[in-house]
């Protein structure tokens, strides 16, 4: 019996971005399904969050998560631009936001199309990984998305037009995060149980173990 796990993902955290190889060696070597549910960064979700944030936390992060992808060998840089526009000195976030809310609704329409797992892939590396300094312009996201198989613009013209649908669907993806028992990403929940960080996918693997979980044919 495939068992499955909900991933509530957010197109702005590194450490989500991090996770992706494991993610994708998991779907490959696992009798298993991943639902991605996209949800708006911890910036965008909670105001006034970095106003109030330890000044010690955005440092470390940045240092944490370049020995993370050092130690697993992945290309790792900070997205130019951010996809989350924000004053890092004030912490102030203003309430237009050219990038995240395209990036989520996208996100959110490939889940639903079960092409959740290859649209991160894509669009993760192309944020963090591709070394790309303007990832926004051109043709960088229509050809990324190409590579994982989907269309770009046939996607954006159902995000604008179903952007009312889609913003429910992700605001339900924050509530049942929140209902898991944590407000971070990437959080893993397997059967009500909430596994949080790119650290805990061998215990998510353990618990899913327990449950039956079986190797794919041939992994």
Same mark, same amino acid.
């Given at each position: #019996?495939?068992? /499955?796990?909900?991933?509530?993902?957010?197109?702005?955290?590194?450490?989500?971005? *991090?996770?992706?190889?494991? *993610?994708? $060696?998991? /779907?490959?070597?696992?009798?298993?399904?991943?639902?991605?549910?996209?949800?708006?960064?911890?910036?965008?979700?909670?105001?006034?969050?970095?106003?109030?944030?330890?000044?010690?936390?955005?440092?470390?992060? #940045?240092?944490?998560?370049?020995?993370?992808?050092?130690?697993?060998?992945?290309?790792?840089?900070?997205?130019?631009?951010?996809?989350?526009?924000?004053?890092?000195?004030?912490?102030?976030?203003?309430?237009?936001?050219?990038?995240?809310?395209?990036?989520?609704?996208?996100?959110?329409? /490939?889940?639903?199309?079960?092409?959740?797992?290859?649209?991160?892939?894509?669009?993760?590396?192309?944020?963090?990984?591709?070394?790309?300094?303007?990832?926004?312009?051109?043709?960088? #996201? /229509?050809?990324?998305?190409?590579?994982?198989? #989907? $269309?770009?613009?046939?996607?954006?013209?159902?995000?604008?037009?179903? %952007?009312?649908?889609?913003?429910?669907?992700?605001?339900?993806?924050?509530?049942?995060?929140?209902?898991?028992?944590?407000?971070?990403?990437?959080?893993?929940?397997?059967?009500? %149980?909430?596994?949080?960080?790119?650290?805990?996918?061998?215990? *998510?693997?353990?618990?899913?173990?327990?449950?039956?979980?079986?190797?794919?044919?041939?992994?």
């Amino acid at each position: #019996m495939t068992l /499955a796990f909900d991933l509530f993902w957010s197109f702005r955290s590194p450490y989500s971005y *991090l996770t992706i190889p494991r *993610l994708r $060696d998991m /779907a490959r070597d696992y009798d298993l399904a991943i639902q991605l549910r996209p949800v708006y960064p911890i910036a965008v979700r909670i105001p006034g969050f970095f106003k109030t944030v330890n000044p010690l936390w955005p440092p470390y992060l #940045m240092r944490d998560t370049h020995r993370v992808a050092e130690q697993l060998g992945i290309p790792y840089q900070w997205p130019r631009p951010d996809p989350v526009v924000m004053d890092m000195a004030s912490g102030e976030v203003p309430s237009e936001q050219p990038h995240i809310h395209r990036l989520t609704r996208l996100g959110t329409l /490939a889940a639903e199309r079960g092409q959740g797992l290859p649209f991160i892939a894509a669009i993760g590396h192309l944020l963090f990984g591709s070394g790309v300094d303007g990832w926004d312009r051109g043709d960088h #996201m /229509a050809q990324a998305v190409a590579r994982a198989g #989907m $269309d770009l613009a046939e996607m954006d013209a159902v995000i604008a037009a179903d %952007e009312a649908r889609l913003e429910r669907a992700i605001a339900d993806n924050e509530a049942a995060q929140k209902a898991a028992g944590h407000w971070g990403v990437p959080l893993m929940v397997f059967q009500g %149980e909430p596994f949080f960080g790119q650290d805990r996918i061998d215990l *998510l693997l353990w618990r899913m173990r327990q449950h039956g979980l079986e190797a794919r044919a041939g992994a």
